[in-house]
């Protein structure tokens, strides 16, 4: 998933066009962006939009995200949606690889009293909206064979030290955040799952925006959650690799191939190793994931 667009679960309207929008995945939100005395009515109107959404063809996969453990409202998010049938949940405010486990033992639950089938949603979990969670991101392998990626945020956390910013006034982020989000990278690749890159909150500056798509591409991530529909074009060509970049990944693995046992091998004066081969097979997977 390159896009992962972030709609209010209380708005139909929203949500309804949230399925043109092009993103790979939509987040459907039961979290921040609802008020404490509108949650009940955004589980109902975010489960009536999946159990219909969901048969729509070629449609983006459905996440929700749900309220974190500490909130005591977790249950009752996932007595709703699960009803639903979404592709995943969204588990924020994550501490580390046991909390996911809870998650995936809440999940299990509600699969087999509505009668899904076992460990057919997903979890992508936000790693360091915590300071807590900073210090455990390296636990959240084989914590769920649902867990299909990690990803981070700034503003939870940024509240919970207490700082006043986040970002600089480029709007770089500080050290702190870049601690988080190489941690949240680290974090993923030890667990094997998708790194998705967190929100660009500034979304009218498009030169922002898509310098920190290619940054995070850069750095190893994969994709990158959205806060509006106009983000989702430039998150998409940024993260999707060019013609040029599978055609090199091609000859790579291909030389590799036909030099089967060696270490390394030569391209147009050039010098490949394992490494090498391994970051080709990575992005030809992400190829044949994306359906191309």
């Given at each position: 998933m390159r896009s992962l667009l972030f709609i209010p679960g209380d708005s139909p309207r929203k949500l309804e066009k949230g399925i043109g929008s092009g993103a790979d995945a939509l987040l459907l939100d039961l979290e921040d962006s609802i008020a404490p005395e509108t949650k009940a009515q955004a589980r109902a109107t975010t489960t009536a939009f999946l159990k219909e959404a969901r048969t729509a063809k070629d449609r983006p996969r459905l996440y929700v995200r749900i309220n974190g453990l500490a909130t005591g409202l977790t249950d009752d998010d996932l007595d709703a949606v699960v009803t639903g049938h979404p592709d995943g949940i969204m588990f924020p405010k994550a501490e580390g690889g046991a909390a996911v486990t809870h998650c995936d033992a809440k999940i299990t639950a509600r699969e087999a009293i509505h009668g899904l089938p076992d460990g057919g949603l997903d979890i992508i979990a936000i790693a360091t909206e915590t300071a807590p969670a900073l210090f455990l991101a390296g636990t959240y392998k084989g914590s769920s064979k649902r867990l299909k990626g990690l990803t981070w945020g700034a503003e939870d956390l940024s509240v919970e030290l207490g700082a006043?910013?986040?970002?600089?006034?480029?709007?770089?982020?500080?050290?702190?955040?870049?601690?988080?989000?190489?941690?949240?990278?680290?974090?993923?690749?030890?667990?094997q799952v998708q790194a998705i890159d967190t929100v660009y909150i500034d979304f009218r500056n498009e030169a922002g925006f898509r310098r920190e798509c290619e940054e995070?591409?850069?750095?190893?991530?994969?994709?990158?959650?959205?806060?509006?529909p106009a983000q989702v074009a430039i998150c998409n060509e940024v993260f999707t690799p060019t013609a040029e970049a599978?055609?090199?990944a091609e000859s790579v693995v291909a030389a590799f191939a036909a030099n089967p046992g060696a270490g390394t091998v030569g391209i147009g004066g050039v010098m490949f190793d394992r490494p090498h081969l391994e970051r080709a097979n990575q992005l030809l997977a992400r190829v044949k994931g994306a359906g191309r």
């Open positions: 006043e910013a986040n970002r600089d006034r480029d709007g770089n982020f500080l050290d702190p955040y870049r601690l988080a989000r190489s941690l949240c990278l680290a974090g993923a690749a030890a667990a995070a591409r850069r750095d190893g991530f994969t994709g990158k959650m959205l806060i509006h599978i055609k090199k």
